[in-house]
């Protein structure tokens, strides 16, 4: 029996992207998701883990604590799943660059934007307000500068006239549906690697921009 890419992901609300790389880990993708990991106990994405038989944990910031201190205890609760690839999928908390350290090449993320344009909150709406006629979705390696790690892949979604926010952000999540788990099982196969800062598939070092999803 092959060993299947122990996954954990870690996420603070509704859980979609979760639930799109849970429907994707069929035997040929090479992983499966052990665990799930939420900083808010009311998470919607912890009733999609455990409607998965999917073991789940639940690790609430207390009032007056360092980021330094809850990333420690994160970091504990991380170990506990022996986890070979972290997954952030809407994970709505700034980590340490501790954290980000230790799990530096084995931590992915997907932001709401094709980066390096737009990083931080509210993607959608600035697109619009910057005039952009495309938008869309970036997978990249975590590093302690947020939303500047290295891209591994985007998928792009057009920017209409009378779009708001809201529609704007529907079209794109559709996206980080489609190649969220791609990545994932890219990096489940071995495929890809995150070497001296740079994406690497297949051997070859990825774009700036990364791979562009058809």
């Not at 809850?70 to 809407?90: C, F, H, K, S, T």
């Not at 230790?102 to 959608?124: A, D, I």
């Not at 990825?206 to 791979?211: I, R, V």
Request: with cysteine.
């Amino acid at each position: 029996m092959p060993h299947l890419c122990r996954v954990l992901v870690l996420i603070s609300g509704n859980g979609s992207n979760l639930q799109a790389i849970i429907d994707h880990s069929h035997p040929k993708a090479n992983y499966q998701v052990v665990g799930v990991i939420s900083n808010k106990a009311d998470a919607y994405g912890l009733s999609r883990a455990a409607d998965a038989a999917i073991e789940t944990s639940c690790i609430s910031s207390v009032s007056g604590e360092s980021r330094e201190a809850y990333d420690e205890r994160l970091m504990a609760a991380i170990d506990n799943y022996q986890p070979d690839l972290i997954v952030l999928a809407g994970f709505m908390r700034i980590l340490s660059n501790a954290l980000v350290e230790k799990y530096e090449g084995k931590m992915l993320n997907v932001h709401p934007s094709l980066l390096p344009r737009h990083t931080g909150l509210h993607t959608h709406q600035k697109a619009i307000d910057a005039g952009d006629d495309e938008h869309g979705a970036s997978v990249h390696f975590v590093i302690p500068k947020l939303d500047a790690g290295p891209v591994v892949l985007q998928a792009k979604v057009p920017v209409f006239e009378d779009d708001s926010a809201e529609l704007l952000a529907a079209r794109v999540h559709e996206q980080e549906h489609a190649i969220y788990p791609l990545v994932v099982k890219w990096f489940a196969q071995g495929r890809l690697s995150m070497q001296k800062g740079q994406a690497l598939l297949d051997g070859e070092i990825l774009p700036e921009s990364g791979y562009a999803a058809d």
